[in-house]
């Protein structure tokens, strides 16, 4: 565990300052576009490139990629470098094609993930804003893939501080839209969606750039290499074909979400797509910090494991990536449902925001809290299959969730009142992961014959028990300041600091008095790191 435990601890530190200066990004955003009809049209247009990015690539990085970039590794004389290249001139070529077409066919693609009831100049203003962003999915490409690279020769940091440089371009870029810009989607102008829309791609250029610089410091130099015969990219492209699979179903049931969003958007002003987008960028948070670092870390050595056929240190990695990644999501999961509000109040009442275009975002976020150990544990899960090179597995359960999560979703749009929509649709979410998960770990038990679940479960109600006074410490912090006055951010940030530092204080002494060995294990790092 020393081991994971120091790789995520690197990738968690700059993924946590990577999200924070994402939380700015995001407040300023709200604060500029508002969650009206221009803020729907950007997040509308804003999702686009990552949708087709998603489709053609993202998944199968860590499904089919990396698994074979390690073989390579370990198999080719050259230590898998040309296996690299090739890759990366796929990448380059393909993704900048698919940026070429994507702008071409904007307006098509935004018709298909907007609303009926959306006005023609809405649809034009998201449209224009998608043909300055689409280009991104190149700068996309390139960045991932040698994210994938330095991510095998265990270098974590880059990919995980380079988000930080877009952030920061994309916050300049916000700043200066704020100044000179306009919230009203009437008024709003054709610089300004200039603005908005190269502003965005620009971040995502500097992030590649980043991402670059750091591949090259390991050595890896790129050479357009289109010698793919024999080269064992056909066993990838049959990998792939699964993974493309589970992709473009679960963007199906994105697409079902987005389209209900923003018809719940157009009944009930400031409660539909931009609601549900920046209440799941915050969930995100916790989960990009603590799962996603311990899951880059643990896929290459479990593929490693597995290619070696020792299957007790791949079930060792998973068992202990669970309890660590538990460790800390149980605690930010029940405190987001406390605090989820308080957390709104402070990020987004600014600009042409109002307290409650903010608060409402936080009812949302609250049930995404719930989520949370779910979503959480089924990524781990997917691991699993991928470190076998198994990728149907994976689109069947996908299958299975977008099935149960669109046909929640549609039953939330048909019977609830307009602005509890997107909270349904929050609560399908919920519920999806939570019996995806359960099969999902049923599947993955078979595949590698047993993943100690009863030590889990007790792990995991350790936890638990550990969290739910720290809940309700926030809670209370709450009730009492509630009790004095009205929440506003001078309020919600006391609620915060106060509600959130004891609650989070209280669980790491309760969980290490019940010695919950990963908390033991996170103060000994921090001890031994203050010590130095």
């Not at 686009?48 to 970039?69: E, H, K, N, R, T």
């Not at 989960?287 to 070696?308: C, E, F, K, N, Q």
Request: with cysteine; net charge positive.
């Amino acid at each position: 565990m020393s081991r994971m435990l120091r790789a995520s601890a690197i990738m968690a530190a700059g993924t946590m300052v990577s999200r924070l200066t994402g939380f700015v990004r995001t407040a300023l955003l709200a604060a500029a576009v508002g969650t009206l009809a221009l803020g729907d049209a950007y997040n509308a247009a804003y999702q686009i490139p990552y949708i087709l990015f998603d489709l053609l690539l993202q998944g199968v990085l860590s499904s089919v990629i990396v698994p074979m970039i390690v073989r390579a590794q370990q198999r080719d004389p050259d230590g898998g470098q040309a296996f690299e290249q090739r890759l990366m001139t796929l990448a380059v070529v393909g993704l900048s094609a698919v940026a070429v077409v994507g702008v071409l066919l904007a307006r098509p693609i935004m018709e298909l993930y907007t609303a009926e009831n959306w006005s023609e100049h809405k649809i034009e203003v998201a449209t224009t804003l998608a043909r300055f962003m689409l280009p991104q999915i190149a700068f996309f490409g390139v960045g991932a893939m040698a994210g994938a690279i330095l991510n095998t020769r265990d270098r974590f940091g880059a990919p995980m501080w380079a988000p930080v440089v877009n952030n920061i371009v994309v916050i300049g870029v916000l700043c200066a839209y704020y100044a000179i810009g306009t919230s009203d989607i009437e008024r709003v102008t054709d610089r300004d969606l200039m603005l908005l829309g190269i502003g965005t791609t620009a971040g995502i250029v500097a992030q590649a750039i980043v991402l670059i610089i750091a591949l090259h410091r390991v050595g890896f130099r790129f050479r357009p290499r289109f010698d793919l015969r024999g080269s064992g990219l056909g066993e990838a492209v049959k990998s792939a074909a699964w993974t493309f699979a589970f992709v473009a179903i679960n963007q199906l049931g994105f697409l079902v979400t987005t389209k209900l969003a923003t018809g719940a958007g157009e009944r009930a002003p400031g409660a539909g797509n931009s609601a549900y987008a920046y209440a799941f960028q915050l969930f995100q948070l916790p989960y990009g910090i603590i799962a996603v670092s311990v899951i880059t870390a643990m896929l290459p050595r479990m593929s490693r494991h597995v290619a070696d056929g020792d299957l007790g240190s791949a079930r060792a990695e998973f068992a202990s990536a669970v309890r660590l990644v538990s460790s800390a999501i149980v605690p930010a999961g029940l405190l987001l449902l406390v605090l989820g509000p308080a957390v709104t109040t402070v990020i987004f009442s600014y600009g042409h925001m109002t307290t409650g275009n903010a608060l409402y975002i936080g009812h949302v976020l609250q049930v995404f809290g719930l989520a949370l150990v779910p979503f959480s544990i089924f990524q781990l899960l997917l691991r699993v299959f991928y470190s076998f090179g198994d990728t149907r597995t994976p689109a069947g359960l996908a299958a299975i969730n977008v099935t149960l999560n669109a046909s929640l979703s549609v039953v939330a749009y048909l019977t609830l009142p307009p602005r509890y929509i997107v909270i349904g649709l929050a609560s399908s979410f919920l519920i999806t992961y939570s019996v995806g998960g359960v099969i999902a770990w049923s599947l993955a038990s078979r595949k590698i014959h047993g993943l100690g679940g009863q030590e889990v479960l007790a792990g995991l109600s350790r936890m638990f028990l550990a969290a739910i006074p720290a809940a309700a410490a926030a809670l209370g912090v709450l009730w009492l300041v509630r009790e004095v006055t009205e929440i506003t951010v001078i309020t919600a940030g006391i609620v915060l600091v106060a509600g959130g530092g004891l609650g989070l204080l209280l669980y790491v002494a309760i969980a290490h008095r019940m010695r919950v060995p990963e908390i033991n294990s996170i103060i000994g790092l921090v001890a031994s790191r203050v010590g130095r």
